[in-house]
């Protein structure tokens, strides 16, 4: 592998070797079917695994039935859907040695959606919604009604039911285990004080309203023991006055760190319609590299509109992140690594069935099998 560049440097996230520093984000799919993958999922896990990144991770899958976004979100919740997802992870490790993670989710308020396609939005009961449940009886947007504020009780079901979906992970075989804290789901939801107005011990000033979502992070970190890498993606501010923000998000990144977390991924908003995001190349990196700054070890992923590989390479050789993140561009560009590679002058690993795909007079960009 070529050394000069940084961006193909092989790192750990915990004990988990990656070949290099490009990472392939969770995307929705919305292709499931009661909760269980599909043969979409084995062919898009598949692409996304003979990419050339350094890893790669499934979509939101969510820990509960009612934790899913819409009626096709992906799920790992019961035997069925461990079942179904156990299928693609095998499939794909047949012809990828790629690490593969997953991400665990709960929609919380964002629950019981319509499909994107079919115009988003909160289903009404003729089309049958479940049950959205939050950490208080606050609408997402006006005229949405309200969830229901969460007992302790709900709270304690949420966490057996994300320790339930973490055992299930690596069951089947997942590398990494992502903790979705971002983008308004259920603990974005619980953090930040536009959402959260409890009164309780779990509301309130910023130490209370990261109890929960950091007595999720402890009890999965208990359940999968060291050996697997768990991190947490936060939204790193609402782009909202009075919202969370990066001050709020750096408290809650060094309370992870001391807790054990693995790797912290750095987006931003989705949890309020109110929101006012000047969306440019790398918008994000900022906070990535503030975060970077204020935590010991734990390494920072960077996302958002990172879609050149020199873009790229700066954020890693500048110091602001320690992997980058690459997700629409990935559905676009599937082989982005791959240019990146050519680009950067480095090399990246590929199936050798594809070793003769080159056109002629481009660099020879691919690393043979270890």
């Known amino acids: 592998m070529h050394l000069s560049s940084r961006l193909f440097s092989a790192m750990h996230l915990g004990g988990l070797g990656l070949r290099n520093r490009i990472v392939i984000s969770p995307m929705c799919q919305y292709a499931a079917q009661n909760g269980a993958a599909t043969a979409w999922h084995s062919v898009h896990i598949g692409n996304l695994l003979l990419s050339g990144a350094g890893l790669a991770f499934v979509e939101a899958t ?66 049958g919604a479940w049950p959205r449940h939050a950490p208080s009886a606050v609408a997402g947007k006006d005229g949405d009604p309200p969830p229901q504020a969460m007992s302790v009780q709900d709270m ?51 130490e209370n309203r990261i109890r929960f ?14 050996a697997i890498p768990v991190g947490v993606r936060v939204s790193a501010t609402d782009w909202v006055d009075e919202g969370w923000d990066i001050a709020q998000t750096t408290v809650f990144a060094q309370a992870l760190e001391a807790a054990g977390c693995d790797f912290i ?52 050789e500048q110091g602001q992140a320690d992997l980058v993140a690459i997700a629409r561009g990935a559905l676009y560009d599937p082989r982005w690594p791959w240019r990146a590679a050519a680009e950067l002058g480095a090399s990246v690993r590929a199936p050798l069935q594809f070793h003769r795909c080159l056109p002629e007079g481009s660099p020879a960009i691919f690393a043979f099998p270890d």
């Open 213 to 226: 979502p950091l007595a999720v992070f402890r009890a999965v970190r208990e359940t999968v023991g060291s």
């Open 62 to 127: 969510a820990v509960s039935v009612d934790g899913r976004i819409t009626k096709n979100c992906l799920g790992l919740y019961d035997d069925a859907t461990e079942e179904a997802l156990q299928r693609v992870v095998q499939t794909a490790r047949q012809v990828s040695d790629t690490p593969l993670g997953i991400q665990l989710s709960h929609a919380g308020r964002k629950a019981s959606s319509r499909l994107p396609w079919e115009g988003g939005g909160l289903l009404p009961p003729t089309e």
């Open 265 to 316: 991924d750095v987006s931003s908003g989705g949890l309020s319609p109110r929101q006012r995001i000047v969306a440019q190349p790398g918008y994000q990196v900022g906070f990535a590299a503030h975060l970077k700054a204020a935590l010991d070890r734990m390494p920072v992923i960077a996302v958002g509109q990172i879609t050149q590989p020199r873009q790229a390479e700066r954020i890693i």
């Open 156 to 206: 304690d079901l949420v966490i057996a039911h994300y320790c339930d979906a973490a055992a299930r992970a690596v069951r089947i075989g997942f590398d990494c285990i992502e903790l979705q804290m971002a983008h308004g789901y259920l603990m974005h939801q619980f953090l930040s004080p536009l959402s959260n107005l409890r009164s309780d011990a779990f509301g309130g000033p910023i």
